[in-house]
C-alpha cells in the first residue's frame, strides 16, 4: 500500500471525523473535507503542469494548509519536500536547485527569500483549484514520497529520498509497538522539514486517521497540551527538561518533595530489576491518586499511549523524574534515513539509558568499530544526485552505516554513545562522547540551556554554556539581577549558579569526563543561526571557529 492509498482509506473509513485542526476550531476540516480539498488543489495543481515525480517546495507554518498542500501534492505522484523557515535565501536555492524543483507553494512571509521558480503559488494570494479531479497515474511503492534534507552540522544538507515503500514501512514498525487507539490526536508543532514532523503529525495521522491539531508557535506547545490531550506526543529532550524543571518547582513548592523522592526511589528499583518494598509501594500508591494524577492532569498528557524523546541524549534525571509522577518518558532513535523508524523503548519494558530494540522490521548489528548498522525497509532509496555517498552509507548487502557508535546488551536493547565523528579523543588517548556530557550538565541546572564540550586532542575538557533563556532571566529577576543574556552571562552571581550545575554534573561524570573549565556564551543560540542547527543539534566546527579565542582562552 501507498500512503495514497492509505489516506483514500481513512477518508472512507472515517468521513466525519475531524483529520486537522486549529486550537480554537477556527480551521477544523474533516477527513471527507479534507479529501475534496486535496482533490481541488491537487487538480489545479496538474493544470499547472505538475506532474507524477515532479518535485515541489513547501514552506509553510504548522498550519491546515500544509496537510492540504502536501496529500495534494501527492495525490498527484509529486514529490512534495520542506524548507526550513530559518534557511537563509542561499540555503534555500540550494536546497531547491538540489531538488529540481518547478513550483513552490509558499506563505507571504517567506517570498522575499524564495527564489523564482516556473511557478511560486502564494497562500494569501490564493491557490489554484479544480473540482472534480481525478487522479490519472496510480502512485506507486516505489515513487517518492518526500525528500528530506539534513540540516548540514558539517556542509550542504544532503537530500534524503524517501519512498512510499520506506514510510509505510515505517508506519508498520510504529504501530507495531505503541497501540493507538481509534481517534487518537497528535499536535503538529515541528518544523515540517524534520522526518519526526511528517512522520508522527503528518504521515501516521493520515494512516490511522489520527486528528491533527496544529500549532504555529513551537513555543507554546506545552499550553496546548492540556487543550488537546495527545494520545501521542514527541518532544525533542529540551522540552521535556523545561517541563520537568516547571512541574518539580510545583512539587517541591507545593511539599511534596518526599513524595517526588518515594516515587523516584521506586523507578530506579524497578529499572534495576530489584523488588519494590510493600511500603514504598503503598506510599507512592497514595501520592500518585494524590498528587501525580493531578499534576498528568493539568500538563495535559493523563490520556497519552505513549510519550518520547529523541534526537539528542536525553538526562536520565529527566526520564526517572517522568516515570517517578507516571509518565513513562522513552527514547527513540531514529534517522532522516530511515523515516525516523529504527528502535524504541515499548511502552510497557523501558530501559531508561537506552532507546529500545530495534522495531519491528528493523534488524540491526554493531560494526567492528562499534557502529551501528541497520537494515529494513524503512531505509532511504538513496541520496538525491549523490550516488557515492548512497553507497558509502549503504553496504552491498543493505546495511545502513548510520555513523552513531552504539552498544546492545543482552535483551537486544540498544544505547547510542554518540555519533562516530563527534567522539572526542584527549591527549592521553581517551575516548569520550560529548553528547553525553553535555546531557548531564543541561540535566544539572535548568540555568544550562546549552552546552558545547571542547576536548579533542586537549588535556582536559571545557564546555561553551549558554543560559537558559527562560529559566535563566527568571531566576536572575529573584536575585535581583536584570538584564539581557549578555549582562547575565558577565554576573558572577550567575557564574556561581552555574558553577554549582557544573559541580553537580561532574559528580556524576568520570575524572577523565569532567569539566575543568567553562565560558559562559555572552547571548543565545537558536535554531538555524550560526552555532545549531534547524533541529537543535550543535554545529561544532563553525562554533569552534566562531569562539576561538574563548576557547584558548581555556587551556592557558
Known amino acids: 500500500m501507498t500512503l495514497a492509498q492509505a489516506f483514500r482509506s481513512t477518508v472512507e ?32 495543481l496538474a493544470a499547472l503542469g505538475v506532474r507524477r515525480g515532479d518535485t515541489v517546495a513547501l514552506m509553510l507554518s504548522n498550519r491546515p494548509e500544509f496537510h492540504l498542500a502536501d496529500l495534494a501534492c501527492m495525490t ?7 524548507l526550513y523557515q530559518t534557511f537563509t535565501r542561499e540555503q534555500i536555492e540550494y536546497v531547491v536547485r538540489d531538488a529540481g524543483a518547478r513550483v513552490g507553494l509558499i506563505e507571504a512571509a517567506f517570498t522575499d527569500r524564495f527564489p523564482a521558480l516556473e511557478r511560486v503559488l502564494v497562500l494569501e494570494e490564493g491557490w489554484p483549484a479544480a473540482e472534480g479531479f481525478e487522479a490519472v ?17 558539517t556542509g550542504p544538507p544532503k537530500g534524503v529520498q524517501l519512498t512510499h515503500r520506506n514510510l509505510m514501512a515505517a508506519v508498520g514498525a510504529v504501530d507495531g509497538l505503541i497501540d493507538f487507539p481509534d481517534g487518537s490526536r497528535v499536535i503538529s508543532w515541528l518544523p515540517a522539514a524534520h522526518i519526526a514532523e511528517r512522520m508522527a503529525h503528518h504521515y501516521l495521522p493520515v494512516a490511522k486517521g489520527m486528528t491533527i491539531t496544529c500549532c504555529p508557535n513551537p513555543r507554546e506547545v506545552a499550553g496546548y497540551l492540556p487543550a488537546v490531550r495527545p494520545t501521542w506526543f514527541f518532544a525533542v529532550p529540551r522540552i521535556w527538561e523545561k517541563l520537568k524543571a516547571g512541574l518539580e518547582a510545583h512539587l517541591m513548592g507545593s511539599g511534596h518533595a518526599e513524595a517526588l523522592a518515594a516515587a523516584v526511589r521506586r523507578v530506579e528499583l524497578v529499572q534495576a530489576g530489584e523488588a519494590v518494598p510493600e511500603d514504598l509501594e503503598a506510599e507512592v500508591a497514595r501520592a500518585d491518586a494524590e498528587v501525580f494524577a493531578g499534576l498528568r492532569s493539568m500538563l495535559g498528557l493523563d490520556e497519552a499511549a505513549a510519550v518520547n524523546v529523541g534526537a539528542a541524549p536525553t538526562p536520565r534525571e529527566v526520564l526517572v523524574f517522568f516515570h517517578a509522577i507516571g509518565i513513562p518518558l522513552a527514547e527513540l532513535w531514529g534517522m532522516s534515513e530511515t523515516c525516523g ?16 530494540p530495534p522495531a519491528p522490521g528493523v534488524e540491526v548489528r554493531l560494526g567492528e568499530d562499534g557502529e551501528l548498522l541497520m537494515r529494513s525497509e524503512v531505509v532511504m532509496a538513496g541520496y538525491r544526485n549523490a550516488p557515492d555517498r548512497t553507497a558509502e552509507a549503504i553496504d552491498p548487502d543493505g546495511w545502513l552505516h548510520t555513523g552513531d557508535i552504539a552498544e546492545i546488551d543482552e535483551d537486544g536493547y540498544v544505547r547510542i554513545v554518540d555519533r562516530k565523528k563527534e ?32 576536548g579533542d586532542r586537549r588535556p582536559y575538557n571545557t564546555a561553551l554554556i549558554v543560559i537558559d533563556s527562560d529559566f535563566g532571566p527568571a531566576w536572575a529577576s529573584k536575585q535581583g539581577i536584570e538584564g539581557d543574556l549578555a549582562t547575565l552571562a558577565r554576573d558572577e552571581r550567575m557564574r556561581a549558579a552555574v558553577q554549582a550545575g557544573v559541580d553537580a554534573a561532574n559528580a556524576t561524570l568520570a575524572r577523565v569526563e569532567q569539566i575543568k573549565k567553562f565560558t559562559l556564551v555572552q547571548g543565545d543560540w537558536l535554531p538555524g543561526g550560526e552555532e545549531l542547527t534547524p533541529t537543535m543539534k550543535l554545529k561544532r566546527k563553525p562554533i569552534a571557529s566562531k569562539y576561538a579565542a574563548d576557547i584558548e582562552a581555556m587551556y592557558m
Open 423 to 454: 567522539i572526542i579523543i584527549n591527549a592521553a588517548g581517551k575516548n569520550m562522547s560529548p553528547a553525553n556530557i553535555e546531557s548531564s550538565l543541561k540535566g544539572a541546572s535548568p540555568l544550562i540551556g546549552q552546552a558545547c564540550v571542547i
Open 76 to 82: 498527484l505522484g509529486a514529490t512534495p519536500f520542506s
Open 341 to 356: 523508524a529504527g528502535c524504541v523503548n515499548p511502552p510497557d519494558r523501558i530501559k531508561i539509558g537506552t532507546v529500545g
Open 137 to 153: 497515474e496510480p502512485v506507486e511503492p516505489d515513487d517518492l514520497i518526500t525528500l528530506i534534507y539534513t540540516s548540514g552540522t
Open 13 to 44: 473509513a472515517h468521513p466525519d471525523r475531524v483529520a486537522v485542526r486549529t486550537k480554537d476550531d477556527e480551521v477544523a476540516w474533516t477527513w471527507g473535507e479534507l479529501a475534496e480539498r486535496v482533490d481541488a488543489l491537487a487538480g489545479g
